[in-house]
C-alpha cells in the first residue's frame, strides 16, 4: 500500500467505530426535527411553486385570449356568428374554458359559450369590460361572482360549495379590447375558468409538480382541494382556522406551519390571492400529512443503523479501494500537469472516481480546452481587428471622397448649365449627350448619398407598426413598379392578417424592403415571380421575399453582407450590408439562401413585443 492508502484505511477504521456510535445515538433522537425542518424548506419551495403554477395558468388564459382578436373582428365584421360559435365551441372545448364571452363596443354580449342565454345581455357595468371598451386597456386577475352574477353567467349550479349559506364563486377571467384593421375598439372577449368543484385547472398541476396536496379557499372556505375525504367528512366546504386566516386574509401574510384538516394534522404553507383591485380575495394551500413526515423519519433511522453496520464491517475494504483508486486519479492529475507545462494542450485526463478528484480532473479538462479556444479566438480576434480598421479606413476615405466628389460634381453641373445655355439651332446629338452626363451625374450623386448613409451611425425610432402595411407600400413604390413592369415580373403576396404588429421604424424597414425586392426583380432581367409572405413564428415574425431569377453562386454567398460587395455592374454593394444593420438594430436577423438558376430567398424575422 501507498502512503495515501494506508492513512485513509487507518482514517476509516478510527472514525468508524466510537465516532459513528454517538453519532448515530444523537441522529436517532434529531433526525424528527430534521424531517420537521426539510418539510418545511420543501414547504416554502412548493408553495412558490404552486404560486407559480398560478400565474402560469393565468398567463396562459391572457395569451390565449389575446390571439383570438384578429379571428373574432373578421368574422364579427362579415356577420358570421354562427361559423364565430362553432369555432371558439372547439377552442372552449380544448382549453376548458367555463365561459367565453363576446361583446359588441356598447358591452351586449353577441356571443355567449357555453351560456347562450347569456347573449343579448348588457355586461358593461364589469369593470374588466368597461375598462376594455373605454380605455383599451386588457386585464386577467382573480374575481369574485356573487349568486346573481353566477346565474347571469350560466355558472350557479356548478359552484355551489356545501356548507356554504350564500354561495358565491370564484373565477380566474381575461378581458381584451376587440380591435379593427383602424385601431378602433369594436367589442370585448372575456374567458376564464370557475374555481369552486374545479381540480382541474389549479390543483392538478400543482400535484403534479410538487407532490403536494393542495387547495384553494374563497375567503376562509375550502372550494376545492386534493385533500383525501375521511368517511362522510369532505374538504370541500370546510373553513381554515380563525386565526391562520386572519393573518393571511386581513394581514396579507403568507403562513408556514402545523394545521388540522379533517382530523388529520398538516405541515402546511399558505399564501393570499388577489383580485385586480389588490384585495385579497382568497387563499391558495398547499400541504403533507405529518404522519407522511415521521414514517419517513423512521425509515431513515432503520436505513441509518444498518448502514452504520454495514460500513463498520466493510471499512477495511473500502478504505483500500478507494484509496488505490485515489492515488490513481492523483497520479493522472500530476501526469495531466506536465503535459501541458510541455505545450501539451489536447492532452485530456480520464478519471472517473465520482468524487472531488473527478472534479478536479474535469476543472483541468474545461482549463485545457479554454486555453485552446482562447489561443483560436485571440486569432479570429485579430483577424476581425484588422478587418475593423479597415473598415473605419473605408468609412474615412469615403467621407473625404464624398465631399471632394461633391464639388466637382458641382462645378461640372454648372458647366453643364452654361454649356446648355449657349447652345442654339438644332443639336440634338449634343444634347442627348448632355442629358446622358446629367443622368450619370444624378447616379453618382445617389451613390454619394449610398456612402453617406454608411458611413454614418444609424438611429431607429420605433413606432407599433404592421408590417404588412410597410410591404403594401413598398410594393406601391413607382420605381419599383416600373422595375416590375419591365423586367415583366409577376408578384405574388401571401400577407397573413393575423400576425401581430411589430416595433419598428416605418422608413428603414421601407427601406429594407425596397432593396430586398430591387435585388430580386433585377435577378429576374427576363421574367419569374416575386413571392412576398409573412407568417407568425413563436416570438418572431417572417417576411420571405422570394424569387426565380438567376441564383447566387456558392463562392459568392458567403460575401453577400460584405459592404462595397457586388457581382452587377452598377451600384457599390451595400444593399444587403445597410438591410442587415437595420434589421438587427431592430434586434432581429436575416437569413439567405440561393440555388443558381433556380432563385433566391431570404427571411427577415422580426421580434413580436411582449
Same mark, same amino acid.
Given at each position: ?81 354562427? /361559423? *364565430?360559435? @362553432?369555432?371558439? =365551441?372547439? #377552442? ?9 364571452? +363576446?361583446?359588441?363596443? $356598447? ?86 375558468? /370557475? *374555481?369552486? @368543484?374545479?381540480? =382541474?385547472? #389549479? ?9 403536494? +396536496?393542495?387547495?384553494? $379557499? ?393
Amino acid at each position: 500500500m501507498g502512503k495515501i492508502q494506508n492513512k485513509l484505511v487507518r482514517q476509516i477504521l478510527l472514525t468508524s467505530t466510537l465516532p459513528l456510535i454517538i453519532l448515530s445515538a444523537i441522529t436517532v433522537s434529531f433526525l424528527g426535527k430534521m424531517a420537521v425542518s426539510e418539510t418545511h424548506q420543501r414547504l416554502k419551495s412548493s408553495l412558490n411553486a404552486g404560486s407559480t403554477v398560478y400565474d402560469d395558468v393565468c398567463n396562459n388564459l391572457k395569451f390565449t385570449v389575446r390571439d383570438q382578436n384578429r379571428r373574432i373582428y373578421t368574422l364579427m365584421d362579415e356577420n358570421q356568428l354562427d /361559423l *364565430l360559435k @362553432n369555432e371558439y =365551441a372547439k #377552442i372552449v372545448k380544448e382549453n376548458r374554458f367555463d365561459f367565453f364571452i +363576446i361583446t359588441d363596443n $356598447f358591452g351586449s354580449v353577441r356571443v355567449s359559450i357555453p351560456n347562450p342565454s347569456l347573449e343579448g345581455q348588457n355586461i358593461a357595468n364589469y369593470s374588466y369590460v368597461r375598462k376594455a371598451l373605454l380605455k383599451g386597456q386588457f386585464s386577467v386577475s382573480t374575481e369574485v361572482l356573487d349568486a346573481e352574477e353566477l346565474k347571469q353567467f350560466g355558472l350557479f349550479e356548478r359552484s355551489v360549495i356545501f356548507g356554504i349559506p350564500a354561495t358565491r364563486g370564484m373565477i380566474i377571467q381575461s378581458t381584451f379590447p376587440v380591435i379593427n384593421n383602424n385601431e378602433i375598439i369594436v367589442g370585448t372577449v372575456s374567458a376564464g375558468y /370557475l *374555481l369552486n @368543484n374545479n381540480n =382541474a385547472i #389549479i390543483i392538478d398541476p400543482i400535484m403534479e409538480n410538487t407532490a403536494f +396536496i393542495s387547495s384553494i $379557499f374563497l375567503d376562509d372556505i375550502r372550494i376545492c382541494s386534493s385533500v383525501p375525504s375521511q368517511g362522510d367528512e369532505y374538504a370541500i366546504g370546510s373553513r381554515l382556522d380563525p386565526q391562520k386566516s386572519v393573518l393571511i386574509l386581513s394581514h396579507k401574510k403568507d403562513y408556514l406551519g402545523r394545521i388540522r384538516v379533517i382530523n388529520e394534522w398538516y405541515l402546511a404553507g399558505y399564501t393570499p390571492l388577489y383580485n385586480s383591485q389588490r384585495q385579497v380575495v382568497g387563499i391558495l394551500g398547499i400541504g403533507l400529512p405529518e404522519a407522511l413526515v415521521y414514517r419517513l423519519r423512521n425509515n431513515l433511522v432503520k436505513i441509518f443503523i444498518i448502514a452504520v453496520i454495514f460500513s463498520l464491517m466493510l471499512a477495511f475494504i473500502i478504505g483500500s479501494w478507494i484509496g488505490g483508486g485515489i492515488v490513481k486519479s492523483v497520479n493522472k492529475l500530476m501526469r495531466g500537469i506536465e503535459a501541458v507545462m510541455k505545450g501539451d494542450y489536447e492532452h485530456q485526463i480520464r478519471i472517473e472516481s465520482r468524487d472531488e478528484v473527478q472534479e478536479v480532473g474535469n476543472f483541468f479538462n474545461k482549463m485545457t480546452s479554454q486555453l485552446r479556444s482562447a489561443r483560436k479566438q485571440l486569432g479570429e480576434t485579430h483577424k476581425q481587428l484588422i478587418q475593423y480598421e479597415k473598415m473605419a479606413a473605408i468609412g474615412r476615405m469615403a467621407a473625404v471622397l464624398s465631399h471632394e466628389l461633391r464639388n466637382v460634381f458641382a462645378g461640372i453641373e454648372v458647366s453643364i448649365y452654361y454649356v446648355k445655355a449657349k447652345m442654339t439651332g438644332d443639336l440634338t446629338p449634343l444634347s442627348n449627350k448632355i442629358a446622358e452626363i446629367e443622368k450619370e451625374i444624378s447616379y453618382a450623386h445617389t451613390l454619394l448619398n449610398n456612402i453617406s448613409t454608411f458611413v454614418t451611425s444609424r438611429k431607429v425610432v420605433c413606432r407599433e407598426t404592421g408590417i404588412n402595411n410597410i410591404l403594401e407600400d413598398t410594393l406601391n413604390n413607382p420605381l419599383l413598379q416600373d422595375m416590375i413592369g419591365n423586367n415583366k415580373v409577376v408578384v405574388e403576396k401571401d400577407l397573413d392578417p393575423s400576425v401581430p404588429a411589430v416595433m419598428a421604424d416605418w422608413t428603414q424597414m421601407k427601406e429594407v424592403f425596397s432593396n430586398l425586392c430591387l435585388n430580386a426583380v433585377q435577378a429576374m432581367p427576363n421574367g419569374g415571380t416575386l413571392k412576398i409572405s409573412t407568417r407568425a413564428s413563436g416570438a418572431m415574425i417572417e417576411i420571405t421575399v422570394a424569387d426565380t431569377g438567376s441564383g447566387i453562386s456558392k463562392e459568392n454567398m458567403q460575401n453577400l453582407f460584405t459592404p462595397f460587395f457586388t457581382t452587377k455592374s452598377k451600384g457599390l454593394g451595400l444593399g444587403l450590408f445597410i438591410a442587415r444593420e437595420i434589421v438587427e438594430l431592430h434586434k432581429g436577423r436575416i437569413e439567405l439562401s440561393s440555388e443558381e438558376n433556380k432563385g433566391s430567398r431570404i427571411i427577415v424575422f422580426l421580434p413580436v413585443p411582449k
